[in-house]
C-alpha cells in the first residue's frame, strides 16, 4: 500500500512539474520580453489610403501604458500650416494637432501592444488600437478598429530613430 501511494505521488509531481515546464515554455521570459521591438520611439506615421507621410509621432511609455503624440506635421501644400482638430469633440474640438495626444492607454500584450485608442484627427473619430512591431523594430503596424480588429484600417509606421 505504502508503495502504491509513493508511485502516485511521485506521478502527481512529474506531471504537475512536465505542465510547470510546458507553461513556461509557451510564455517569454523577462529578458525574451525586454528584447522585443517595442513602439517606444519616433515614427514616420504613412497614410495607408495615399502612401504619403503625414507625420513623425513620437511614442513614450507611463508606467506600463503607451502615449503617442505627433512632434512634426507634414502638409501639403493645400493644408494650413498648423492645423487644428476642427472635427474633434470635447477637449480637443478646435485644438492644434501638433502635440495632441492621439494615441493612449495602449500595454503590452505578448508580441503586441493594444488595449489603447487612437484619435484620427481627420474626421475627429476614435478608435481602439493595436500596435505590432515587426521583428526587427524598423516598422510597425498600426491597426485602429471599431469593436473587433477585423473591421478597421491598418497603417504601416516606419522607426525614424
Not at 61 to 78: A, M, V
Not at 101 to 129: A, C, F, M, Q
Request: net charge positive; charged share 25%; hydrophobic share 35%.
Amino acid at each position: 500500500m505504502n508503495r502504491t501511494r509513493r508511485l502516485w505521488r511521485n506521478a502527481l509531481v512529474v506531471a504537475a512539474l512536465a505542465t510547470s515546464l510546458a507553461a513556461a515554455a509557451d510564455q517569454p521570459s523577462a529578458r525574451q520580453a525586454a528584447s522585443q521591438p517595442t513602439p517606444v520611439g519616433t515614427w514616420r506615421m504613412v497614410d495607408d489610403k495615399t502612401k504619403l507621410p503625414k507625420a513623425i509621432v513620437e511614442i513614450t511609455q507611463h508606467g506600463d501604458t503607451l502615449e503617442g503624440k505627433p512632434i512634426k506635421l507634414i502638409r501639403r501644400p493645400d493644408q494650413t500650416p498648423n492645423p487644428l482638430c476642427e472635427k474633434c469633440d470635447g477637449e480637443r474640438a478646435n485644438q492644434p494637432i501638433k502635440g495632441m495626444t492621439l494615441l493612449w492607454g495602449v500595454k503590452r500584450d505578448g508580441d503586441e501592444w493594444n488595449g489603447g485608442h487612437i484619435l484620427d484627427p481627420s474626421n475627429g473619430s476614435v478608435y481602439r488600437v493595436k500596435l505590432i512591431p515587426s521583428k526587427d523594430g524598423k516598422t510597425m503596424e498600426v491597426r485602429g478598429y471599431l469593436g473587433i480588429s477585423l473591421f478597421g484600417r491598418t497603417q504601416v509606421w516606419y522607426r525614424r530613430n
